[in-house]
């Protein structure tokens, strides 16, 4: 049984790495609605992709996005896996606080539409695509890196 078990544990570990987007791989369309219940789309016509799945990661794309004003690109969408922040939180304290923000941000309430989204702990993702297919994907670690990574 503990073998069976450990097995199984494996397989899951392994499946769930390899769920993970890589250069070179395609991103599935996904629509999402933002903080003001607009729906958001990642589709072929999406050039950059920001993705958050912690508050310092969202942290880090909303001062940079800030900082932009109104140069932020028509061909980027922001989007936010907030599927870890308890209901009651998200609902009466974030995402009142992400609609007084001047730009959109795709909210994954559940987690399942961003699963395979690249991520590390306390980054934000900047993946640039081409037609949904993954080009290159940075993990920048400040607003001002973002910025200019944004800027190139």
Known sequence: MKKLLLAMGMMAAMAANA???????????IELADQNEQLRQLNADTATLLF????????????????????????????????????LIAKFVAIPQLQQL?????????????????SEKDKAALIK???????????????????????N
């Open 102 to 118: 001047p730009f959109a941000i795709a909210l994954d309430r559940e987690g399942e539409a961003t699963a395979a989204l690249p």
């Open 19 to 29: 769920a993970t987007l890589t250069q070179g791989q395609s991103v599935t369309a």
């Open 129 to 151: 695509l081409d037609g949904l297919k993954v080009l290159d994907i940075q993990y920048l670690d400040s607003a001002e890196a973002l910025t200019q990574a944004l800027q």
């Open 52 to 87: 958050s799945r912690d508050m310092k990661g969202g942290e880090i794309i909303q001062a940079s996005l800030e900082a932009m004003g109104d140069k932020i690109p028509a061909d980027l969408l922001y989007v936010a896996d907030i599927s870890r922040m308890p209901g």
